[in-house]
């Protein structure tokens, strides 16, 4: 065969190829081992002298010619194949798609997300404080000295730097918030982990968290402490909710209450959350104490304040009746998934 019939038979059948396995064939056929343009190349050896470069010229350049071909032919046959791959293997926009598995906030995080937006409602701000304090922030600046026997509520745990500790409670925050901001008045929820020395059971856990609130000003008094409580009851607990207070006694407050909201099962019959009594203790609270006003920076002959402590976890156990306070860090998904 000439090298003309040659480059037209192949440009033909190259033509009528339309898939990839009938392009490898082509290829193999011309320009493989064997291949037809390889052989007719190899072929210029056997010619006499005379014909050999002008034969030499024309497979070469027929050689480029059906090379280039191949390389058009192969761009052609990979779109045809990618479109149809589109048109017929489409993707079903109607079929539903996987399910992601979605984290979500711990129920300790959302309840203290809800607790600071009832504050910040009643223009509470919010302050950061820290959870490694030392004695004298803890317990001395709050009117416990050394010798004073309420520090035996609060035992904790100890580092190996005399007098550094985890706070047993977010009453330090008290001391560093009025520091800052003194002779500012005072609006803040302290937030935060706080560390017992305790034994772990249903009922207390060695860490929990706290909300601590803080108001100082020049004419901060106990019914704005119960207006506050009582907002606050009725938004996280309902409309309907009854607040009581007792007298009791905190070192860092004069006079000191206790908070009870009527039962949230029972509305104050009595019942086996309530214990009976139809009261349900939410928070501990008070007056800032004179000493401890001082200590902060304010002068108590002017200013006067009031302070509460709620444990979280007890209001959330409350609010959903959850009875081991363990749950809280015990990492089982089952718990946690339903919040
Ligand atoms: N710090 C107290 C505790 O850990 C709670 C508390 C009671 C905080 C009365 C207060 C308060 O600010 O006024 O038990």
Known sequence: ????????????????????????????????????????????????????????????????????????????????????????????????????????????????????AIFADLGFQIYRSREVEDDLTNFELLNMPPYHPARDMWDTFHTTVPGVLLRTHTSPGQIHVMREHCP???????????????????????MFHQVEGLAVGEHVSMADLKGTIVAFARRMFGEERQVRIRSSYFPFTEPSIEVDMDCIVCGGKGCGLCKRTGWLEIMGAGMVHPVVLKNGGYDPAKFSGFAFGMGPQRITMLKYAIDDIRQFWANDLRFLRQF
């Open 1 to 116: 065969m000439s090298l003309a019939d040659l480059e037209k038979q192949a440009l033909a059948e190259l033509e009528s190829t339309s898939d990839e396995a009938g392009l490898r064939a082509w290829h193999n056929k011309y320009f493989g081992k064997q291949g037809e343009v390889i052989l007719a190349t190899k072929k210029v050896g056997t010619l006499p002298p005379e014909e050999r470069r002008a034969y030499g010229q024309e497979a070469n350049r027929v050689k480029e010619v059906l090379t280039a071909a191949h390389d058009t032919a192969e761009a052609r046959i990979k779109e045809r194949a990618l479109e149809q791959s589109l048109s017929s293997e489409g993707i079903d926009v109607t079929l539903p798609g996987r399910p992601l598995t979605r984290g979500g906030l711990h129920v300790a995080s959302r309840i203290l997300r809800e607790i600071a």
């Open 184 to 206: 500012e008045p005072i609006r803040v929820i302290l937030p935060g982990m706080c560390y017992r020395y305790e034994t772990i059971t249903m009922r207390s856990e060695i």
